[in-house]
């Protein structure tokens, strides 16, 4: 069941990074971040957020996967980061072990998550991302399940 939305906003690329520092920290494995918003909204500078909270050594190894669907960085538990921007059909990710995935021992952060809402579990963080002028952003969080109910209220 999904709950009620948080919003957001971030003035520049390092609140948005700090913003995703702090919610990285709150993460643990099993968990899974489903990111949307169009290219350029800050779905990747969240990313390396997240991952710095969740204990990877520097944010410049966090890149778009784009080309490759996935990334692995090491911090306390692995962290997949995927981008599924050029994913053609919803089938592909099931190439990618989505299902291995998902009953593994990290933390999932997907960009462009939209286009496999079919496959998210039950629980899962949605985070969609708009740009609202050149530095400014609007990050909309959106709980489904109640792990990530109690998550939200432990980040107010
Ligand atoms: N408040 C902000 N939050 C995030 N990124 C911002 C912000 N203001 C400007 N930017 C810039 O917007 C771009 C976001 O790029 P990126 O994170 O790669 O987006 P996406 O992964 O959604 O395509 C970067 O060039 C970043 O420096
Ligand atoms: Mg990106």
């Known amino acids: 069941m999904e709950g009620l939305r948080t919003l957001l906003k971030s003035g520049s690329r390092q609140e948005t990074i700090a913003l995703g520092r702090r919610l990285g920290r709150l993460l643990r494995r099993g968990d899974v ?3 949307s918003g169009n290219l350029g909204s800050g779905k990747t500078t969240l990313v390396k957020g997240l991952a710095t909270g969740l204990g990877v050594k520097s944010e410049g190894e966090v890149k778009s996967p784009t080309y490759v669907l996935m990334h692995i960085y ?6 997949y980061h995927l981008d599924l921007f050029r ?17 593994g021992e990290g933390v999932i952060l997907i ?35 109640s792990r990530f109910k109690n998550l939200l209220k432990d980040l107010a």
């Open 74 to 79: 090491r911090g306390h538990c692995p962290v």
């Open 87 to 103: 994913l053609d059909s919803n089938a592909e990710v099931e190439n990618i072990g989505w299902d291995d995935l998902l009953s």
């Open 33 to 35: 971040v489903a990111l």
């Open 111 to 145: 960009e462009w998550a939209g286009k496999i809402k079919g496959y998210l579990p039950k629980d899962y963080l949605e985070i969609e991302i708009k740009s609202s002028g050149e530095t400014s952003r609007e990050l909309s969080l959106r709980p489904y399940g």
